[in-house]
């Protein structure tokens, strides 16, 4: 694992931030990185936590890709009292000089990022299931497909019953966990070629395709009932 800190020179600015104050927001403009000398920072896509980085680790990187100042497409938050050293590009570069696999241990955190953002982009993170955007998506791609092929597809909403009644009364941790059982049990109830997602709270959507006709729905409605009545030990 590369040294970060030893890399860097005493002369190099340190900053302080206090627990819960932004070191940067999504939409900011600049051309810097930074590495952590203490304390622990938060990463946030939107409201969703990419990642938390400790000492001796490095954000705020994806802006060094950019030609002048861009806006960040994510905020950095100081999750503790914390110290931080602020890197220009100019700066950056006469590291790599002297260390010439910092650029390639750069590359690989910010695909590791990237990828994850996708995923965020993309998925619940309570759930990892497809989220409302993604289902869509693949709605349209299933319509197109039906169109050519024939056949019928069917979308169906699994709305729980009193799942606010869960988080108001047992707290939302309890009500995630209930959220991730279920998601892998209908997961392993349909066909790799269904899809589900997390629509909202406690609504699942499903898509079915290929069915030769629809008379194979009241079947699966059934199998949905009976995962979701079987019991959730917290």
Known sequence: ????????STADPVQTFY???PIFRAGDRGQSMYVVRLGSVQILVGSLVLETVN????FGEMALLDEGEQPRSATAVALTDCEVVEIGRD???????EHPTLGLHLSAI????LRATTFLTHHDPVTHLPNRFRFLELCGTAVMRCERRGGCMALMIIDLDNFRSVNDSLGSAVGDEVLRVLARR?????????SLARWHGGVFALL???LPSTDGLVAVAQRILETVQRPIPI
């Open 186 to 194: 209908l997961s392993r109830t349909f066909r790799a070629l269904d």
């Open 1 to 8: 694992v590369l040294d970060f800190l030893k890399i860097l």
């Open 91 to 97: 700066r950056l570069l006469e590291i790599v000089r």
């Open 19 to 21: 627990a819960g104050q």
């Open 208 to 210: 079915v395709e290929e």
């Open 55 to 58: 000492a001796n680790s490095i």
């Open 110 to 113: 910010m695909v590791r990022r």
